[in-house]
């Protein structure tokens, strides 16, 4: 069956074209490189690993609750909606969310790549080149696991939310090269690994929290060179050139809030759109999903020096202004060190399995004698 197949809603046309504009920029100096970049890429090629071989793919899926979330976590939760709901329905209403959810992490990884290839194109520098070459792999190493979770363990996708294509849209329309670091990098990127790291927190299912876990190990090293590269550039812009950014930001920000309410999966399951939209606005989980996706951008944006009077206001509009101090390596470094922890907990429970199978062979070996 062909994705477009599996669509819960129509996406329309099968491809999306965005005209692309800026330059393509070749370096000639091959020797004066900032370590710290070059330091990140040799970081990336030592972390490259194979979706195919590193998750455990034969672990089940409960098709009626593909995430084991808290039903909480459902806008519907404690509507009058969910009280006539049966047992069959509310399953199918956790697979529709958990395709949502997942299609548009697969959506943004796949915009990633372009971004990634887009940063190989036209970056200036060839330290930022080299990386960004590992990272678009990374990114077709995310869209390939989440592609095939959908396929294979849900067996359903959602369209690219109109919020989601209007960033990417706006990220790969714009000429500048600091621009595809900056919407996809710091925007993006750490939003998503916001909410990765919500799912991964709160999922009792393995197979989802080790595509989780892996995938933030790689976004991690992602976001920090969206950092070191904007941090070095931004230092030498106008203060014009600076507020034009953190418009670019405000305007990103709110859009990347605004298209985590999901209200196109209720409607598709038969609610009314204003019941939907005033259900997810409601719901006490939204509220504090939406405060932890900033948990990355904001402290990240305040890092490589935006962070002027409107911004500011708007942060407190948003209610996460307080976030600018919170420690971004620290929230990165606990994310690889999950992933280790999570291969070391298998590999461990592996070799005790396969120790078991020997000593029982040994014992009947034993026994026929």
Sequence with gaps: MSTHERYAMDPGNPTWQVPATGSARFSWEYDDHRARLLALYQKGKDKQWDATKRIDWDLEVNPDDPL???????????????????????????????????????????????????????????????????????????????????????????????NLQALLGDTLRDSRWDMAYLGMQVLIEGLALAAFGVLRDTTD?????????????????HVA???????DYYRRLTDAELREREEFVIEGCYLMRDRLRGVEVLEN???????????????????????????????????????????????????VLELGDSDLDLLMSQDEELAEHLDAER???????????????IAQGAEGD
């Design 225 to 231: 060179f969206g950092r070191m590269a904007l941090r």
């Design 68 to 162: 084991g979330t808290p039903d909480e976590a459902l806008a519907l939760y404690g509507t009058r909606y969910w009280d006539r709901m049966s047992e069959k329905e509310r399953g199918e209403l956790r697979r529709h969310v958990a395709a949502w959810q997942f299609s548009q992490f697969l959506h943004g990884e796949q915009g990633a790549m372009v971004c990634a290839a887009r940063i190989v194109e036209s970056a200036p520098d060839l330290d930022a080149k080299f990386y960004s070459a590992t990272q678009t792999m990374d990114e077709a190493r995310h869209a390939e696991l989440y592609g095939r979770f959908l396929h294979e363990k849900i067996g359903m996708l959602y369209p690219i939310n109109d």
């Design 347 to 361: 590999f461990a429970a592996e070799e005790a399995a396969r120790a078991s199978e020997v000593a029982e062979a």
């Design 205 to 221: 299912q393995p197979l989802p929290r080790q595509l989780l876990a892996y995938v933030m190990q790689d976004e991690a090293r």
């Design 269 to 319: 399951l038969g609610i009314p759109k204003a019941e939907a939209e005033e259900f997810s606005e409601r719901s006490p989980y939204l509220h504090m999903f939406r405060k932890l996706l900033f948990s990355r951008i904001v402290p990240c944006v305040k890092d490589i020096g935006l962070w002027g009077e409107r911004l500011q206001r708007a942060y407190v509009d948003m209610g």
